[in-house]
């Protein structure tokens, strides 16, 4: 029997459904998920000054060495955006100086967005493998890949507490399962509707995590054109002819969220990029 | 919304970049190394129609349809409306019932042979009333003329030269049942359900008890299931006795019948994709068994008809019928074949193929097209006419048994037909279903005594069904 | 008496199969509604009524009682 428990952490509802008939055992699985999402929020959040993210942007110039868990996290953002030639940027998140994704129509000008811009850019970030120095104004967010990671965290910490019992994992639409239910069937997800009056569709799962990527909240539309929020970090622009969504499917949560997220920014070429890279994928437009 | 979905193949560049990547992060960051025998791969499926999953525990199933069917030539005509519910309980148990309810008209064979000439069919039945009336009777196209003086009428019809006679009616039939699945432990399940159904005159009732039990993983069934059927059988004129004449009064009141069957089967997963189901049902079925209706005529040596006598069966059957079922997933469809074979203690030996496959379009929308065939031989005692040397009008040395029943003959069937069936909005199917069922069967009777050389006397139907339903889960 | 020896005999040769079969996590193609023995819904029952008021064989498939009259 599958019993659910919810909460809300990193700004989305989450849940953890676990196959099991012992339902103490499903709330203390939920308890412990919920510990780790919250320890990585306190940890990685941009939304909290003192969090670690918000330590190392608010050092303003001033190299901060970090810890094992973080530099991992930096290491692991300095290759996808090695990988995806300057696409993926953690820095990016100084464009939302400029862009104000409120649904009104306010385009910033030419000037704006080439001012933020100059505070964008991976590679004028210090980074030797163990200490971080960021210029003035710049900051990073591992908004990006947080949620997704700790999805992978969370399920690995229900594995080795509970091993054997099949759970699901689900922060925001960010989840993975620890396998297919207890008497082989699959998990059934909902693919969240890209519109209010778009049908959302159910998801079968049986291994893997899935990640979404989307436009559906977030835009500024003006002129009949619809400015998508996922911006190129290399002209401060937003991606033109994004797909309105792109699920992913893959083994882990954080590489289900960076193929997700690199699909969009792929704009006209989303469905392309996913079928050479092999990865299993729907893309709504 | 348009949805595109991209085909899994060798990973590129990228992804498999990412991949390595992903895991070192992932194991250096877990306390513990990641469990190195959990499936390192992603399993995701968009489900189509097809894909639903078997109702479980708390969901709620309605099903609700018509049959529209009609027969070739002004035979019987049915409309039938038909509900069903299963509700699912938490514990596992299952409550399903349903109700259907059965309009029919038309005309169906009286049982006598066609002759060359016109045939009147005259029967003595009570009245209420003793004024002279002329009505139509059950029977839609009879003349109903009361004798004067007693409390008897002449129900006369006439049928027309050189075709099968039929006797028109129409009738009204309602039916229920209910059912109670317990799920008495993990792998086995208990049930009880009754059933009844009306018409007027005729009507059922049944019971039901049957257990089954999983092994082997759940990959054996084992299943056994026993009934008893009362049937009573309620004629408008009353039951005649077997050989009576048409054109007597029938003293007879109602009579009936019980049956008893069982049914024991096993269930079996040989593959992934393959389900295997063997039955046997044995079925024992003691009292009256004729058609109370049903004539058969004597006729002399050229082929003249004499008299018409009500028919005669046993008052005892026993059915076997072993059934093999397999449920084939090959690809994205499903294969439905099975194979069933009958006989009886009548001398009737039947067998029955069919295959079926369901194949989805796209994620809304299926065809399921269907093919049936059916062949049986006939009865011991089946005779199209029963021939009296003596051409006298009581007979002697009459078989103890005689039916012209066409359930009873030798014939063939193919049933042709196909389903469409169509996701209108999550969790429902509309469904349409079309079939021509086709009875084929010797026409003219070789060694057919004068007149009836050469006379067609297949009674056999061609049918046209349609079946129309909405199911919906909640 | 002969069929009833043979019948027991394949019930037995079934049972006996113990390996034959799949493990739980590889029912998912078996756990689909489109898999289920006896899945037609309404419409078997239509059909049983209309091959018991046509023919001469019955039964087989599964254990439904509650014939009717029909001619």
Redesign the interface.
Known sequence: ?VHTFQFTAMGSPCEVQADCDDPELAKDLGALAEAEARRIEARFSRYRADSLVGLINEAAGVATRLD??TA??I??AD??WR??GGLFDITSGALRRAWIFDGSDRVPDAESVAAALAHVGWNKVGWDGTSLTLAVGMEIDLGGIAKE?AV??AL??L??HA?GVPVLVNFGGDLRV???R?????W?VRIEG?DPD??P??????????TTSGDARRYVERGGRRYGHILDPRTGMPIMEAPRSVTV????C??AG??ST?AMLQGAGA?AF???????????? | MQLSETKYRKLGSIAAGLSALSANLLSANAAHAQDASAPQNTEAHLPGLMDEPAPGAGSVVLDSSVLFYQETGGRVQAIEPVINGEVHLDNGDVISGGLTYDSLTGATPNGAAPSTGRQTFSSIIRQATSTQVTSTSASGNSTVTSIPGTTTANSVYTQPARAIPLASFHDHRVAANLTYNWQADADTHVKLGGAFSVESDYTTFTGTTGISRDFNQKNTTLSLTASVEGDISRPHGGTPTAYENLNTLVTGGNDHKTVINVVGGVTQTLTRFWLTQLNYNYSTSSGYQADPYRLISVVDNSGAPLAYLFESRPRSRQRHSFYWGNKLALGPTVADVGVRYYTDSWGIKGITAEVSEQVPINRYLYVKPLFRYYKQSAANFYEPYLISQSGATTFSGLPAYASSDARLSRFSATTIGGRIGWRLFEDSELYVEGESYRQAGTHTIAGAPGQLAGLDFFSGVHAISVMMGFKIKM | MIRTICMGAVLALLGGCAHVGVKPWQRDSLARAAMQPDNEGNISGYHDHIYFSKEGATGGRSSDGGGCGCN
């Not at chain 1, 207890?182 to 699959?186: K, T």
């Not at chain 1, 499917?249 to 882990?252: E, L, V």
């Open positions: 029997m094992a868990e991992q996290l290491a692991y290759a996808c990988m995806s990671y992978d965290m690995a910490r594995a080795r091993p620890s396998g297919p207890a008497a082989g069937e699959r059934r890209i778009q049908k569709a159910w998801l079968e799962l049986a291994a893997g995590a899935i499917a893959a083994p882990t954080v590489e960076i193929l690199l469905e996913l079928k050479s890279e092999g990865v299993k994928a729907w893309v709504t437009r």
